[in-house]
């Protein structure tokens, strides 16, 4: 598997270069939330608001009324968290063209509590003229600005950093209300969102092996969900569907497919995995992975109940993915 | 020159006893409503809109339009109030209220300067309407969303940070409200238009002392303002907030490299002595007793 990094850093700069209206909006986590070399480029589109969420995304509002294009940009859980109601006010209501990028989302940090955006897709989908998206590869992050700037109103993007896999082609776009189709299959519909594609992808190859036919969805645009591809393919899982998602079971992917077979009465067996209404804590990626149920063999153990068989897979058989070291010089910090 | 002089503070003083006659008389008509913010800030407005502002001009005065939906997709034919302050042009002011509790001394004041047609005001708090009690940003002059205090100021840095890129000459001015200073994000915005150079942003604070509770001592201190604002990185002028020769002159101030912030001390009872005795819930007047409304009734010739 192809390793990238520091794909937004490098990518931003190139991306805005003909883009004089695009300007970034920093809270004192520059190299944290790789917009260092934008601000090397461009000193003068590069906005230092300090660590004041709250007056930034007002102010964001207010740049955007003005023809320029913000792009906000901070660990995930100071934008929703911290300044909800200025973006409800500010941003939202208005239907600006604020492009919010949310870093560290879900248990992808050690930070703990604190750091660690469990209910942003959950809370952000919930406001009106709101648009969320989810990048899981290098190919997502890559490919996401132009998707959220083909939108016009405010976007939330849950963003990767680091060092990153490329699942997808790089020819292949990252395209707003479109799932990537990962594999075809009958007996199950797997729908994973963000970083538990790569975990999915495992225990689907090693399903597959034993005889279970599954077809696997890349969700990367969590509202609107309307996806006519999705939704036939939820329709049509012979024995059920499974949702896979770093973050909570409460609001976000899992919830929105329910919501999705209920209201279109598409009478199918759901199981979500994901946080189930806790907070996390600081540890590893894989240490809590396998906490709060969202690595391959959770997700194996989720096609057997359903399929009410057992495979005998063990975490052997369950190819190896890549783990990004927690000191990396991709990284600014251990975060 | 004499006679210009004349002119103006003549204008401008007619427009303030307007200002708290309309709010006093809707008021009592619709036994309730904003009057204390009129009393302490009816020579602010005033003065902003017939001498400190350059707005465009409208053609007479607009009578407010239906509520136009929410923003959104779907919704063609939003529009914000702005049409009330005229054509947007990079050399003209902006003005931008933020505590939208004042809408309706706004209206009445856009009234007072010829900008929105007198029945407009019977439209106030009428469903379906824009003249909303607690303004957003389809009621007349209004363009954004403030009311949640502590975020007007924050869009209006905004603002300003986008026209001084695009170099535009006119100024962005907020009326703000002594009770934001309590607010987080108002001393944030301030840090961020100091930290920017956003001299082109200019403040009239009306400090009137009161807040929805009572008296602001007994709620939450914010002085020394003067000495604060000045050390978040302000040009700071305190002010009698009726003095119209005062207010004007610091609406003709030169930018000075820093935001510019006029604290008008003003009395929430001014023009209106008989509003005394509520004290300290000067807030909202709601009449307690049909005596209590014939007194005000009797009160509008008065004024």
């Known amino acids: 598997m192809k390793i990238l990094s520091r794909v937004h850093a490098k990518n931003l700069v190139e991306w805005a270069r003909e883009r004089p209206e695009a300007l970034v909006l920093s809270a004192d986590l520059t ?102 998206l989810e990048t899981g590869d290098a190919t997502d992050v890559l490919t996401v600005l132009d998707a959220a700037v083909s939108i016009p109103g405010p976007v939330y993007v849950r963003m990767l950093r680091g060092e990153i896999p490329e699942l997808f082609d790089e020819k292949n776009p990252l395209l707003p209300g479109k799932a990537r189709v990962i594999s075809r299959g009958t007996d199950i519909t797997l729908l994973s969102s963000g970083i538990c594609t790569e975990e999915a992808m495992r225990a689907s190859r090693a399903l597959a092996a034993c005889g279970v036919s599954i077809e696997h969805l890349h969700i990367t645009t969590l509202k609107p969900f309307d996806d006519p ?56 990626l894989p240490y809590l992975k396998k906490e709060y149920g969202l690595d391959a063999m959770s997700l194996v153990k989720a096609v057997e109940s359903i399929l009410e068989a057992s495979f005998d897979i063990t975490e052997k058989d369950l190819a190896d993915i890549y783990l990004a070291p927690v000191h990396s010089e991709a990284k600014a910090e251990a975060l | 020159m004499e006679t210009d002089n004349l002119k103006w503070r003549d204008a401008v003083t007619r427009s303030a006893r307007g200002i708290r006659r309309r709010v006093l008389e809707h008021t009592v008509k619709n036994n309730g409503g904003y009057l204390s913010q009129a ?201 009698d907030g009726h003095d119209i020769d005062s207010l004007a002159e610091c609406g003709a101030k030169p930018a000075d490299g820093r935001p510019t912030v006029v604290l008008c001390d003003t009395d929430p009872c001014r023009g209106m002595e008989f509003l005394r005795p509520r004290g300290p819930k000067y807030h909202y007047v709601r009449f307690t007793s049909p005596e209590e409304r014939a007194l005000y009734e009797k009160a509008i010739l008065e004024i």
Request: charged share 20%; glycine share 12%; proline share 5%.
């Open chain 2, 39 to 239: 009393c302490s800030s009816a020579e602010i407005f005033s003065t902003l809109y017939l001498k400190v502002l350059n707005l465009g001009p409208v053609d007479g005065p607009i009578k407010p339009p239906k509520f136009p939906g929410v923003p959104g997709a779907g919704n063609k034919s939003y529009k914000t109030g702005a049409e009330f302050h005229g054509e947007k042009a990079p050399d003209r002011d902006r003005l931008y209220l933020s505590p939208s509790q004042y809408s309706l001394v706004l209206y009445a004041a856009l009234i007072e300067a010829g900008r929105m047609d007198e029945a407009g005001l019977d439209e106030f708090n009428r469903d379906g309407g824009v003249v909303e009690m607690i303004g957003a940003e389809h009621s007349p002059g209004m363009e954004i969303m403030t009311g949640s205090l502590g975020q007007g100021i924050s869009q209006a840095a905004g603002i300003a940070m986008g026209r001084k890129l695009k170099g535009e000459q006119g100024r962005t001015v907020v009326f703000l409200s002594d009770g934001e200073f309590q607010i987080g994000q108002t001393w944030e915005a301030f840090q961020a238009m100091a930290w920017h150079g956003l001299s082109n942003i200019l403040v009239y604070a009306d400090i009137n002392g009161y807040q929805c509770d009572g008296k602001m001592l007994s709620v939450m201190n914010i002085e020394p303002l003067h000495s604060r604002l000045e050390a978040f990185g302000m040009r700071v002028f305190r002010i």
């Open chain 1, 31 to 132: 190299s944290s939330t790789e917009i260092d070399l934008f601000r090397d480029a461009y000193p003068d589109r590069f906005l230092s608001m300090g660590i004041a969420e709250q007056n930034m995304l007002s102010f964001a509002g207010g740049i955007a009324r003005e023809g320029f294009l913000p792009l906000v940009h901070t660990f995930a859980v100071f934008i929703y968290r911290r300044a909800y109601d200025q973006i409800a006010m500010s941003v939202a209501y208005p239907n600006l063209p604020v492009k919010m990028f949310g870093f560290l989302p879900g248990i992808t940090t050690p930070g703990g509590a604190t750091h660690q955006a469990l209910e942003d897709i959950s809370v952000m989908r919930s406001l009106p003229n709101m648009t969320v």
């Open chain 1, 229 to 284: 591809e999705t939704i036939a393919s939820i329709a049509k899982a012979d024995r059920g569907v499974i949702t896979m998602e770093n973050h909570t079971i409460t609001g976000g992917l899992g919830t929105i497919v329910a919501e999705t077979i209920a209201e279109r009465g598409l009478g199918r067996k759901l199981v979500r995995l994901g946080l189930r209404d806790t907070f996390a804590h600081g540890a590893s």
